[in-house]
């Protein structure tokens, strides 16, 4: 188990995809240490593994061999159920493609996770952290009817909702204009900052990693630099 300071501990993170001849090394033995409130950037082109260790340290995606433990757990140790539970409440994710759920209003998309996580007063949670993101007037549309800026920040408030130790945010600006990416990216640090939550940003902008206070650079599924290093 981590300490109480530390967001995540990995030790020789191996990943591999396929199995036999056909098997890919994507994940090349990562050793990462992420002090918990820190923000960081894992930079990369391409190909660099730097959203598969994303699925990695969030538990999307089970690591072939290695230690890790997050927010507390021994991801590692967990079984396929275990890892579903232990996200619950303790990570957020926000993608590039939103993923909001079609069927429900902005308001909905952002309770269901605090449900899910059996958390309290879910609708009164959701209703502030839309607020918090501007979205006040908008707590009853669609996604359809949002702007791409304004699904973003309906993916930001549910994946903050929940008070997660960590969030995660892959490409967040990657289908935004420069002017809207910009300003979600400013909501998205003021919304981090204003919970105290560990950011990792997953990205190919360099302009955007140096937003964050350590950027770490991927290349063929190993650690290529760290500025913290």
Known sequence: MTS????IAAHNLVLK???GDSAVEVLRGIDL??????TLALLGPSGSGKSSLMAVLSGLERATSGTLDVAGENFAALTEDGLATARRGRIGVVLQAFHLLPTMTALENVMTPLELAGQGAARERAETELK???LGERLHHYPAQLSGGE???VAIARALAPRPMLVFADEPTGNLDAKTGEAIMDLLFARRAASGATLIVITHDPALAERCARVITL?????ASDSAA
């Open 219 to 223: 290349a063929d599924g190993k650690i």
């Open 4 to 7: 109480p300071l530390s967001a």
């Open 17 to 19: 995809l396929g199995s």
């Open 33 to 38: 240490s992420v002090p918990q409130g820190q």
């Open 151 to 153: 699904q973003q920040r």
């Open 132 to 134: 918090a993101v501007g």
